[in-house]
């Protein structure tokens, strides 16, 4: 990419919130490489809540929903706006045709992001796509980032933790009985696709035996989404857990996380939150890849993989016997969750 002037870059995000967790490395990069450009961050109404702490960014934008060309009439005023704030170059995490589109009708002059068929021509600087699968997503924002001249900062995430989210979590603690002296063991036991849960009386299992081997107050994690999975969860417990799911943000999740000796989860937005905050991590993969989405730092993560004999990643919506969460076993989790916990 020719060396031009990027005074006011524009950065078009990824939709999950675990995606955008892994997005932080390159935005990161890109602000030390431009420490006095103004960067704006496009991201789904989901997404705002945890990049508008994000101390790279001046401002984060929400985008519409939609996709396809008959979504540009909802974009159209935010075109209209792009064009007014005339933005030099965007990068485009997301390979979207359309937003490739509506950076394009924005009249951006540099446009990078990763080539696909159809919206190649829609680029300035074209980043060649890997091999489907084959290497972290971390790393596959940050060679967006490369291919316009900019080092990689390190690979781990940026979630900061703002002094009003600690003090929602501090509150919450403190209203499910946790002293100070407590080991809290958080559980995430959702994911946003079935087939990457560890079944249910796994978790009431692991819970139970958490609380009697090592004293540990067990904590239930989650959006509210999750309730009716923990309710099932608890209905199998010996010991009476804490609840905090569906009581935070994202972001204030992270700060309750914070407070925890230990997260265990299945792989997904919590799981990454809980790497950024810090905490040590007990991660359960099975029809995703942990070389694609799993922890980074293996000093601080353990992640039990039980997909033996199944092509990975899969992508199917339905099994009908989902042998690779099962293959994980209860004295597993529980032997990985000893070594920070002994």
């Known amino acids: 990419m020719p060396k031009l002037s990027r005074k006011r870059v524009l950065l078009v995000s990824v939709n999950w919130l675990g995606d955008l967790l892994f997005m932080t490395p390159a935005i990161?990069?890109?602000?030390?490489?431009?420490?006095?450009?103004?960067?704006?961050?496009?991201?789904?109404?989901?997404?705002?809540?945890?990049?508008?702490?994000?101390?790279?960014?001046?401002?984060?934008?929400?985008?519409?929903?939609?996709?396809?060309?008959?979504?540009?009439?909802?974009?159209?005023?935010?075109?209209?706006?792009?064009?007014?704030?005339?933005?030099?170059?965007?990068?485009?995490?997301?390979?979207?045709?359309?937003?490739?589109?509506?950076?394009?009708?924005?009249?951006?002059?540099?446009?990078?992001?990763?080539?696909?068929?159809?919206?190649?021509?829609?680029?300035?600087?074209?980043?060649?796509?890997?091999?489907?699968?084959?290497?972290?997503?971390?790393?596959?924002?940050?060679?967006?980032?490369?291919?316009?001249?900019?080092?990689?900062?390190?690979?781990?995430?940026?979630?900061?933790?703002?002094?009003?989210?600690?003090?929602?979590?501090?509150?919450?603690?403190?209203?499910?009985?946790?002293?100070?002296?407590?080991?809290?063991?958080?559980?995430?036991?959702?994911?946003?696709?079935?087939?990457?849960?560890?079944?249910?009386?796994?978790?009431?299992?692991?819970?139970?035996?958490?609380?009697?081997?090592?004293?540990a107050k067990i904590l239930f994690v989650g959006g509210e989404g999750d309730l009716p999975l923990i309710q099932g969860i608890l209905q199998r417990m010996q010991t009476r857990p804490l609840v905090a799911a569906g009581r935070t943000s994202f972001r204030q999740l992270g700060a309750l996380l914070a407070r925890t000796s230990l997260l265990i989860s299945n792989d997904s937005g919590p799981l990454h939150l809980g790497i950024a905050a810090g905490v040590p991590v007990v991660a359960l993969f099975g029809p995703t890849d942990p070389k694609l989405t799993g922890p980074l730092d293996s000093a601080r993560a353990v992640t039990l993989f039980g997909s033996i004999g199944c092509p990975v990643p899969c992508y199917q919506l339905r099994c009908p016997i989902n042998l690779c969460m099962h293959q994980i076993s209860v004295e597993q989790v529980l032997s990985a969750a000893g070594k920070f916990l002994s």
């Open 28 to 215: 990161r990069a890109i602000r030390r490489a431009n420490p006095d450009s103004w960067i704006t961050c496009l991201a789904p109404l989901r997404g705002v809540d945890l990049l508008k702490g994000n101390p790279h960014l001046n401002e984060v934008i929400p985008m519409p929903a939609g996709r396809g060309f008959i979504s540009l009439i909802r974009w159209w005023p935010l075109i209209l706006r792009l064009r007014s704030e005339r933005f030099d170059t965007a990068f485009l995490f997301h390979r979207s045709f359309t937003r490739a589109f509506i950076v394009w009708a924005a009249g951006i002059p540099q446009r990078v992001g990763t080539r696909t068929w159809k919206r190649g021509w829609l680029l300035t600087t074209a980043v060649e796509p890997t091999p489907k699968d084959s290497i972290s997503k971390v790393d596959t924002f940050l060679r967006v980032v490369e291919a316009a001249g900019i080092r990689p900062d390190g690979r781990h995430y940026d979630a900061p933790l703002l002094p009003e989210d600690r003090k929602v979590a501090d509150a919450l603690i403190r209203e499910l009985g946790v002293g100070e002296r407590d080991r809290v063991v958080a559980l995430h036991a959702g994911a946003n696709w079935r087939l990457k849960r560890w079944p249910a009386r796994n978790f009431a299992q692991l819970a139970d035996a958490l609380a009697a081997r090592y004293g």
